[in-house]
């Protein structure tokens, strides 16, 4: 009995059975189940005698030149850490109390623009962002940022040096996209120096907020009523003149 596709290029398994079979010596006869793999698939085609030959079947351990590479558990760590870059299409989780991750170069991918919608609007999509105004006006408000996760960071910065981003506090009370600001203050970004960095927690506001780290900002400027009030809770005024 022999079997061949129509197409001679699949595997070919024959049973050769005759009256010609040897005993073993229990007394039991058997007969010898054979494989021709001139013209078989080469994942499971076998090179030397080592391996498997032509009248054997292939090592039932899978390890043979043209099957996957096995690794032990020491190996496969090696292997990974050789990798001068290791490209993860997940996320990255440090399990365990008091474990964590040290970084030797910590850095953010490169800054894509984002355009503040008629809504006053922007959706994140990673962790650094350049922000232009809509329409290309000279001044804009920045009032919500979409996209926002639990422990996001988000680094923002003005897109162009002649137009000017305001981040303004608290204008989406309750709703996710909302910006918490460092005492209120909304932070003017006129300059492609000025930076803003934002990290998103979902326990604040409800439905979770972002909240000011730091800005690299000129000093908020107070107007008469601000430094009026600020000047009346000072528990003690110092005066030098």
């Known amino acids: 009995m022999w079997f061949t596709d129509d197409e001679g290029t699949d595997v070919q398994l024959g049973v050769i059975l005759s009256h010609d079979y040897d005993v073993h010596a229990g007394g039991v006869p058997y007969a ?16 030397a005698a080592s391996d498997g030959t032509e009248t054997s079947a292939a090592r039932k351990d ?24 290791l490209v993860l299409a997940g996320d990255v989780t440090v399990v365990g109390s008091g474990k964590s991750l040290e970084v030797i170069n910590f850095k ?25 105004t809509n329409g290309g006006a000279g001044a804009d408000n920045l009032d919500g940022i979409a996209g926002g996760a639990d422990g996001m960071f988000l680094l923002i910065r003005p897109n ?4 000017t981003v305001v981040v303004r506090h608290n204008q989406n009370a309750a709703a996710t996209k909302n910006i918490l600001l460092a ?37 908020s400027a107070y107007t008469d009523a601000d430094a009026i009030s600020a000047v009346e809770n000072e528990a003690t005024l110092d005066l030098l003149g």
Not at 63 to 72: D, T
Not at 200 to 216: C, F, H, M, P, Q
Request: proline letters at 2%.
């Open 32 to 47: 010898e189940l054979e494989y021709d793999d001139a013209t078989s698939d080469p994942l499971i085609d076998a090179d």
């Open 160 to 163: 162009n040096d002649a137009r």
């Open 108 to 132: 953010f991918e490169t800054s894509t623009e984002l355009t503040i919608d008629g809504s006053g609007d922007v959706t994140r999509t990673q962790a650094s962002h350049n922000i232009d």
């Open 62 to 85: 899978h390890v043979h030149p043209k099957h996957h590479a096995k690794y032990l558990n020491s190996e496969a760590i090696t292997a990974v850490e050789g990798e001068s870059t």
């Open 183 to 219: 005492g209120g203050d909304d932070a003017t970004l006129d300059d492609i120096q000025d930076t803003l960095l934002l990290v998103y927690d979902s326990a604040l506001d409800t439905n979770g907020a972002w909240v000011e780290i730091s800005r690299s900002t000129e000093t």
